[in-house]
């Protein structure tokens, strides 16, 4: 159902150094300035980063979803995109977490937040309406081609999910329809992948995965954002409260 590669997140190597032995005569000063040093990061942490929108609308936990990424650094400083199941909407973001460009999509027919296991390997004509979902969770995404020689980006390749142009091939699905309306469940169609206008991949998503990997997170419908997404937390209860958290998210969203 697909060809290309998408490999292994890989982490990067830190390097350390070692640091002279201080001269007894630069001492209290070296104190003073561990001491001012403490204090700046005591101050830069009672203030989150967060994800800018402009002035894009949002769900709550779209925002949510966004500010966690940024201020956990979870994109490993690589652009990423979110799917808002719910809201029928994707969000693609540079590394920083500034907003590129939003629009519509198509998704998975039937609602749930797991891929039947090996639907990637099985023909479009053997997978039930009922087993057409667009899988929730966190996704290292690349550039590539599908069997029919057109650019998509991968999403989550073992499943045979990708995100590409709208496909028109079928008048009956009337997909160009779906997204113009304002309705979520009108955007219901597709086998799991995830359609947007073409102008909008070829605008936004081609430039921002152009040479380069990215992560897609595609929040839940059916579970909660601390369920799929382990590690999530909530931004600004936990920079207000000291408290993680997870698990808080509202129905529709799945961490790790």
Request: proline fraction near 6%; aromatic fraction near 8%; charged fraction near 25%.
């Amino acid at each position: 159902m697909a060809v290309s590669f998408i490999p292994h997140e890989v982490a990067a190597a830190e390097k350390t150094a070692q640091s002279p032995k201080p001269d007894r005569s630069l001492f209290a000063l070296e104190i003073a300035g561990s001491r001012l040093n403490a204090e700046r990061q005591h101050a830069a942490a009672s203030h989150p980063k967060r994800a800018n929108f402009g002035r894009e609308r949002k769900s709550e936990q779209a925002r949510q979803m966004a500010d966690w990424v940024i201020d956990s650094g979870n994109n490993r400083g690589m652009p990423f995109a979110i799917i808002d199941k719910t809201d029928a909407k994707v969000f693609v973001f540079d590394s920083h977490g500034r907003l590129r460009g939003a629009a519509p999509v198509l998704l998975g027919l039937a609602r749930g937040d797991y891929a039947v296991p090996g639907i990637g390997d099985r023909k479009l004509s053997d997978i039930r309406p009922e087993e057409r979902t667009t899988a929730a969770g966190r996704f290292v995404a690349s550039l590539g081609y599908n069997l029919n020689g057109k650019d998509v980006l991968w999403v989550d390749y073992k499943n045979a999910v990708s995100l590409h142009r709208v496909v028109t091939n079928n008048p009956e699905e009337r997909r160009l329809e779906r997204l113009a309306t304002p309705t979520p469940l009108d955007k219901r169609i597709s086998y799991g992948c995830i359609n947007v206008p073409a102008k909008f991949f070829d605008n936004v998503v081609k430039p921002a995965f152009t040479r380069t990997y990215g992560i897609v997170y595609v929040l839940p419908e059916t579970l909660s954002i601390g369920e799929i997404f382990k590690s999530y937390y909530d931004v600004e209860l936990r920079w207000r409260t000291g408290k993680t958290a997870v698990g808080l998210g509202v129905p529709g969203s799945r961490v790790f």
